[in-house]
Each structure stands twice: as C-alpha cells, then as structure tokens.
Nanobody, 126 residues
Framework: QVQLVESGGGLVQAGGSLRLSCAAS????????MGWFRQAPGKAREFQAA????????AYADSVKGRFTISRDNAKNTLYLQMNSLKPEDTAVYYC???????????????????WGQGTQVTVSS
C-alpha cells in the first residue's frame, strides 16, 4: 500500500504559478508511473500529466501542455507539478496517482490508478 500526500495548493491570480508536491510513503514509489489528475465541481476527474518511473517519459493533457511540467525525485519519493500561466479554468482539486500495471507513455483513465492522494485545492482568480 502506497500512501500519497499532496501539498502546495492555494489561491493564485490568473497568470500566476504554483508548484504541487506529492509525497509517497514507500520506496516502491520509484517503480510506479505517476500522474496528476484534477476534478472541478460537478465534473469528472480528468488526466492532466503523467511520468514514467525514471522521469524520462512524460505526457500531458492538451489543455495544460506548455504550461504545466511534471517531474519526480525518486530519492525523495516525491512527485511534482509545476503550474505556470494559470487560468481560472484550472481551478479544481488536484490529485496525484500511482498507475496500476505497465505504462505505455500516454495518458490513463482514473480507474487505471492503483493509489490516490487526498487532493489539494487550487483556485485561480480572474
């Protein structure tokens, strides 16, 4: 069982930046592909970004490509999401997830995640 704890959310003005972190409880973190998802009120949870176990392969949703950067530090068991040029439509609860099974280098559906964090709120004001 891998426990994931997100941090770094908050309130920011449009055009601003935030860096989310996701700390994992187990050294097996380094064996999982990891991802970030978000869920806005009344909407389904959506894929945002993913990274393979080594950090050499990443994937992004079209809506955040060029603005968000996913990275990981396996020595610290931590996943990151750098979010720049934030927009009001980025407002949501952001979740980190560990993928279940092999990773093909693209996005994945929420049900393909083995473990989830509790989420961190990001609010972007206009």
């Amino acid at each position: 069982q891998v426990q994931l704890v997100e941090s770094g959310g908050g309130l920011v003005q449009a055009g601003g930046s935030l860096r989310l972190s996701c700390a994992a409880s187990e050294r097996t973190f380094s064996t999982y592909a990891m991802g970030w998802f978000r869920q806005a009120p009344g909407k389904a949870r959506e894929f945002q970004a993913a990274i393979n176990w080594s950090g050499r392969s990443t994937a992004y949703a079209d809506s955040v490509k060029g603005r968000f950067t996913i990275s990981r530090d396996n020595a610290k068991n931590t996943l990151y999401l750098q979010m720049n040029s934030l927009k009001p439509e980025d407002t949501a609860v952001y979740y980190c997830a560990a993928r279940r099974g092999p990773y093909s280098g693209t996005d994945w559906a929420p049900h393909e995640s083995a473990y989830w964090g509790q989420g961190t709120q990001v609010t972007v004001s206009s």
